[in-house]
C-alpha cells in the first residue's frame, strides 16, 4: 500500500497555516507528520484522525488536527492536498 504525500501547496491552506499560534502550529506540525509516515489503509482506519468523508463535498474528507481544529482535504492519488482548516468544526461541513 502507498504511503501519503502530502501537499501543502493551496494558497487558501498556506494562509490559514502561516496565521496559526505557536500552540496550534505544533498540532499541526505533529499531524502531518504522523500522516506523512502512514499508509492510506492506516489512515482511514486510525482513531485519532477521526477521518470522514463529507457527503456534501464529494471526493473530499476531514480529519482531526486537534480537539479545537478539524482539516479539509482531497485525496488525489497517493496525494492528500489539504485545502483549510476549520477551529468552527461545523464549517468544514458546509458545501464550499
Known amino acids: 500500500m502507498a504511503v501519503v504525500r502530502l501537499d501543502l501547496n493551496l494558497p487558501a491552506f498556506q494562509s490559514e497555516l502561516f496565521a496559526l499560534d505557536a500552540g496550534p502550529l505544533r498540532q499541526m506540525q505533529k499531524v502531518l507528520q504522523k500522516l506523512s509516515k502512514m ?44 485545502q483549510s482548516l476549520h477551529f468552527d468544526h461545523d464549517s468544514a461541513y458546509r458545501k464550499k
Open 39 to 82: 499508509e492510506w489503509s492506516a489512515v482511514y482506519q486510525d482513531h485519532g484522525l477521526k477521518w470522514e468523508a463529507l457527503k456534501e463535498q464529494p471526493g473530499k474528507f476531514s480529519f482531526r488536527v486537534s480537539q479545537q481544529c478539524r482539516a479539509v482535504a482531497l485525496r488525489d492519488g497517493d496525494h492528500l492536498r489539504i
